[in-house]
């Protein structure tokens, strides 16, 4: 009996060093839960998720007259009332940035012959030149 009250005073006794008790803290609040940074974390997914994805339109300057594409030359901009870009519905529509640009119907036999203008700063998410 007195073997197993040395050991269980010993050990009821024995202090750690103020350093691993530090340690122990900072290993305890490494894991805590923080609602600012999980709210952080929650909104970058939220964002990533939300983004709108690219949906090709391709450049024809005739509008109304699908499925047929019209190559030709004109302005690149987002103001309404410019509908040069075919989604595959009638009518066409104003560009949307960040989507995917296709150029050239392959079809208008005449190669080099048409100019699209930047009317301002654009975005998109791939541009696709066709041969014609």
Do not use: C, Y
Request: charged fraction near 10%.
């Amino acid at each position: 009996m007195k073997i197993l009250d040395l050991l269980n005073s010993t050990q009821t006794q024995t202090a750690l060093p103020a350093q691993s008790r530090l340690q122990q803290t900072h290993a305890r609040n490494r894991f805590k839960f923080r609602p600012a940074a999980a709210l952080a974390v929650l909104a970058a997914l939220l964002a990533l998720w939300a983004a709108p994805s690219a949906h090709a339109l391709t450049w024809d300057t005739v509008s109304g007259d699908n499925p047929t594409i019209t190559d030709g030359s004109g302005n690149w901009n987002t103001t309404a009332g410019n509908l040069v870009w075919n989604n595959g519905a009638d009518p066409n529509e104003i560009w949307s940035q960040n989507s995917a640009a296709i150029f050239g119907s392959g079809t208008d036999g005449t190669v080099d012959q048409w100019t699209v203008t930047l009317g301002e700063a654009i975005t998109a998410a791939s541009t696709t030149f066709n041969n014609t």
